[in-house]
């Protein structure tokens, strides 16, 4: 039963330099979604996705790609890393409108990323 | 557009003693509302939701919810908090399903403490 999976949970990053994160769900959700976390502002949404094969931009997309070339994975990509990103970054899942959404998100435990 | 605002940072409480953790929130339409908790190194979990049903929710673990229009808000309560109840808790305000993506705005948190 795993769930909502991330990898990797914590990485160190200096500037400039790039990475990816990547989310794995196995309840066959439709939707997935990357958050960032930031103490005091509670969780901005990055990007998002309906379905396989296409994604959205969220509140603070900047600085951040996706991709969802299957439909269990949602990858979150950073080409140039900023001290700014600096953050905790946590994936979540959930069914869409037309498969029992009800509004519950399922989350990973969360990927840890410090930009130096 | 919709706005979730949590009036404490921190709350501390004693063992058995009840908990209130307030959130406010505006909506332009018929909101639901949600309550999520999120213990150290651990990714979000559902704790109640409001849907339009019952104004007073029941949740996991004892929490409790009224949703209150004409106030505005969906405080958060536990009768008798229990050690394992220290987490930070954020209140979730979602409007009409969008048709692309779940609209979720959330507070900043926060922090139950809970002394011994």
């Known amino acids: 039963n795993a769930g909502v999976t991330q990898t990797p949970k914590f990485r160190v990053l200096k500037t400039g330099q790039s990475m990816t994160l990547l989310c794995a769900q196995d309840?066959?959700?439709?939707?997935m979604y990357w958050y960032r976390q930031d103490p005091g502002m509670g969780l901005r949404l990055i990007h998002y996705s309906v379905g396989e094969g296409t994604t959205a931009k969220g509140e603070v997309p900047d600085g951040y790609n996706v991709s969802r070339l299957k439909k269990q994975n949602f990858l979150l990509g950073l080409e140039s890393a900023a001290p700014s990103q600096t953050s905790v970054y946590f994936c979540?899942?959930?069914?869409?409108?037309?498969?029992?959404?009800?509004?519950?998100?399922?989350f990973g435990e969360g990927s840890r990323l410090t930009v130096l | 557009a919709q706005s979730v605002t949590q009036l404490d940072s921190h709350v501390s409480v004693s063992e058995g003693t009840p908990v209130l953790l307030r959130c406010n929130y505006s909506s332009s339409y018929s909101p639901s509302l949600f309550w999520y908790v999120q213990h150290p190194n651990k990714g979000l979990q559902l704790l109640l939701k409001y849907t339009s049903a019952a104004t007073l929710v029941k949740g996991i673990n004892g929490f409790e919810a009224e949703f209150k229009k004409s106030e505005t808000s969906f405080h958060l309560t536990k009768p008798s908090a229990h050690m394992s109840d220290a987490a930070e808790y954020f209140c979730?305000?979602?409007?009409?399903?969008?048709?692309?993506?779940?609209?979720?705005?959330f507070g900043a948190g926060t922090i139950l403490r809970v002394k011994s």
């Open positions: 979540a899942s959930s069914y869409s409108s037309t498969s029992g959404y009800t509004g519950e998100l399922f």
């Open positions: 309840m066959n959700h439709e939707y």
């Open positions: 979730v305000v979602s409007d009409l399903f969008m048709e692309y993506g779940n609209k979720l705005v």
